[in-house]
């Protein structure tokens, strides 16, 4: 835009902070988070709740299978140190006395509610689902009272049980293994009742496992979960079996329709998370959703394992933990939730201040400017300390661990450390406030003072600061 049009220049500069500051429900930046996985080790089909009381609440199945433990912190990190208390213990005959598993916390109508799946003691695979009430304030002190079975249309296996509302009603989703239909569970939904352990009127079946990915090992459609944004309901669910072929489904409805209707729903033709090579994650599943301390991110909650081959059944590996990331949103307003991200340190994108919905993303390893990146772990990059020292930055690749942005003729590539101190340096940066005001951050090369990273061109740069409002803007980036 031409310098001598002051007043154009102001009222786009103000256009592009307004787009910054919305909500990341559009295409817009939401605030990096900062995270640390795994959260928990040996835990897994975990599930966090955040209160108004300014406490998440985190919950697990523990490998031995024999309690409902529950700890509570003021941040999602916290969790991972914070001390855990067993709420309640199997029973020592008859029913709950065995496979303890998939416990839920959520609080219901002032009181504070647990689902969760148990067997029996003799019949260890007679799986069904039940729940614990507390009226305690803290429901890490309790007390807590067994609720009973949730009696469910078939005395057949079932699990997973899960509540969510929508339109002033409250329903009940859950795992369940129907009489003629040859799965090992299929998902379902109906109304709660007159309390949160009762469901009334029709029950649902809202899909059966038929696809490749969902029927590798076993024929399972399990732990399900919403996440409610821009007008609709998203369910993800989880699929095959426990070991490396785990992984997670989606059915989409509007939330305007009747979720009690079947064909409201329409399901993904392929999983939406699933195991990476790349990051030597493998068998994600069983998740929740939460939202990050400043509430403008979803935060998807898994558990994996950092190995694919297991000896023996899956369900006596104890090695399941519990993980999370960020959820991103796409243009189109449907979720994007990447690959299983690297253990260590979360990683974040570089999204363009004035070209809002953009990110740096590499493609052929060559960095360049992108909207609606496909895949999203293209655009994804750790912040770790520099490579060249102390007081400085890299960015190292989501998908190709090892691999860090740097530059190499003044064009920003993302290539593998080759151990030189050349590449060490063309691959750090002095991270400085935006060139562009707060709320944003330019990366200032290490080894070419007043050399910033840039997008021109569709590409992205490494050039010199020529003091120029379309240079600051092109050199300012939100951390998302």
């Known amino acids: ?204 079946r809202l899909t059966v496992p038929t696809l490749a990915w969902e029927t590798r090992g076993y024929k399972v459609a399990e732990g399900p979960s919403v996440l409610q944004r821009n007008g609709r309901l998203f369910l993800t669910y989880s699929a095959s079996a426990t070991d490396a072929n785990y992984c997670v489904g989606l059915l989409t409805a509007s939330a305007a329709a009747d979720p009690l209707q079947a064909s409201s729903w329409a399901k993904s033709s392929n999983p939406v998370f699933a195991g990476s090579a790349a990051t030597s994650q493998y068998g994600p599943g069983h998740n929740s959703f939460t939202t990050s301390e400043d509430g403008q991110s979803d935060i998807l909650v898994y558990h994996d394992r950092n190995y694919r081959d297991i000896s023996g059944d899956p369900l006596n590996d104890p090695n399941r933990r519990t993980r999370v990331q960020k959820v991103y949103w796409r243009a189109d307003g449907t979720p994007d939730f990447g690959i299983p991200v690297p253990d260590g340190a979360t990683p974040a994108r570089l999204t363009s201040y004035d070209t809002p919905g953009q990110a740096v993303r590499h493609w052929d390893f060559r960095a360049r400017l992108e909207a609606d990146v496909t895949p999203l772990a293209d655009s994804q990059f750790r912040l770790v300390t520099g490579l060249s020292g102390a007081g400085t930055v890299s960015l190292e690749s989501t998908n190709f661990p090892g691999y860090y942005l740097r530059h190499r003729n003044f064009e920003a590539w993302v290539e593998k450390r080759d151990g030189t101190a050349l590449f060490d340096a063309d691959a750090s940066f002095t991270r400085r406030t935006g060139l562009a005001g707060a709320g944003t951050v330019s990366l200032e090369s290490a080894n070419f003072s007043g050399y910033f990273v840039r997008h021109r061109g569709g590409q992205v740069w490494v050039e010199q600061n020529d003091g120029s409002a379309t240079f600051r803007g092109n050199a300012s980036f939100v951390l998302e």
Do not use: C
């Open 1 to 204: 835009m031409p310098l001598r049009k002051p007043a154009l220049i102001a009222l786009t500069t103000l256009l592009v902070m307004v787009a910054n500051l919305l909500s990341p429900g559009s295409a817009q930046a939401s605030p990096a988070v900062r995270y640390t996985n795994p959260l928990a080790a040996q835990r897994a089909d975990p599930h966090i709740f955040r209160h108004t009381d300014g406490y998440y609440y985190f919950t697990a199945t523990a490998p031995e299978y024999d309690r409902i433990v529950l700890r509570r912190a003021t941040t999602i990190q916290g969790l991972a140190g914070a001390p855990e208390t067993v709420i309640w213990r199997k029973h020592s005959s008859g029913e709950m006395g065995a496979h303890i598993w998939a416990p839920e916390i959520h609080f219901i109508n002032g009181k504070w509610y647990v689902y969760f799946a148990a067997g029996r003691a003799d019949d260890v695979w007679r799986i069904r689902m039940y729940v614990l009430e507390s009226s305690g304030a803290n429901p890490l002190t309790g007390p807590w009272t067994e609720r009973g079975r949730i009696t469910a249309p078939w005395d057949t296996f079932s699990l997973d049980a899960t509540t969510f509302v929508t339109g002033g009603v409250r329903y009940l989703l859950w795992a369940q293994q129907e009489p003629g239909i040859a799965t090992n569970s299929n998902l379902y939904i109906a109304r709660m009742g007159a309390n949160p352990w009762t469901i009334t009127g029709a029950t649902t």
